[in-house]
């Protein structure tokens, strides 16, 4: 069926170290997915997205890699900023119009 | 600002009282989305509507919850006798799907989201 998890609900970082978020997904015909930032009190705002005819994408401090055989997908973040403090949440959709959110993973940045 | 705004931000009700949420979404956008988010926990998709086309709802959507898009621009969600399992934030988002003729509508990822309604129900 559908669903998106992560490994770990948390992860801590020292302030400038690279940070990687993994999650996994379930549903094989999954052809899309993204990530999401939550600030605390805010909606979610979207990072970067992924098709499934790719395996990494790269953005601005920000890179995603899926890998389709384990169904696994991954957030990486470059210089590790405060600001980056949040929870951030994949998502996937299967070309339709339903995005289906994971449980999230809460990032802090030690200073 | 043209983001997508929602009202109230906070509602505290008590059990069984009607509430309304509103949501005005990005103006171009032919997409709307409402979601529920319980603490901890990621959005959970609750309905869809293509302009004024209600096209999905989800099984949380119980018949206590209606969703209305009149004209195809703002977007209300009531819940009627609210019970305690309720309380949550109710997320709207808004999108701009292309359609390409003979195909399914491909999804241009990215939801536009508001800041949230929070419900709490004592």
């Known amino acids: 069926g559908e669903s998106v998890g992560l490994h770990l609900p948390t992860l801590s970082v020292q302030e400038g170290d690279n940070s990687i978020i993994n999650c996994a997904y379930s549903?094989?015909?999954?052809?899309?997915f993204i990530w999401y930032k939550q600030e605390s009190g805010k909606g979610p705002q979207f990072i970067i997205d992924?098709?499934?005819?790719?395996d990494k994408r790269q953005g601005q401090r920000v890179t995603v890699l899926l890998n389709k055989t384990v169904k696994h997908l991954s957030l990486q973040i470059a210089a590790t900023q405060p600001g980056d403090s949040a929870v951030y949440f994949c998502?996937?959709?299967?070309?339709?119009?339903?995005?289906?959110f994971g449980a999230g993973t809460r990032l802090f940045v030690k200073a | 600002d043209t983001g997508v705004s929602q009202d109230p931000r906070h509602k505290i009700t008590k059990r069984g009282q009607n509430v309304t949420f509103r949501c005005d979404p990005i103006?171009?956008?032919?997409?709307l989305y409402w979601y529920r988010q319980t603490l901890g926990q990621g959005p959970e998709f609750l309905t869809y509507?293509?302009?004024?086309?209600?096209?999905?709802k989800s099984r949380l959507l119980s018949d206590r919850f209606s969703a209305e898009r009149p004209k195809g621009s703002f977007s209300t969600l009531e819940i009627q006798r609210t019970e305690q399992g309720d309380s949550a934030m109710y997320l709207c988002?808004?999108?701009?799907?292309?359609?390409?003729?003979?195909?399914?509508?491909?999804?241009?990822?990215?939801?536009?989201f508001g800041e949230g309604s929070r419900l709490t129900v004592l």
């Open positions: 998502a996937e959709n299967t070309g339709g119009f339903k995005t289906i």
């Open positions: 549903n094989s015909a999954s052809d899309y």
């Open positions: 988002a808004s999108s701009l799907g292309f359609w390409t003729s003979g195909s399914i509508p491909p999804n241009t990822g990215e939801l536009f």
């Open positions: 509507f293509q302009n004024e086309a209600q096209l999905e």
């Open positions: 103006s171009e956008h032919n997409r």
């Open positions: 992924i098709r499934s005819n790719m």
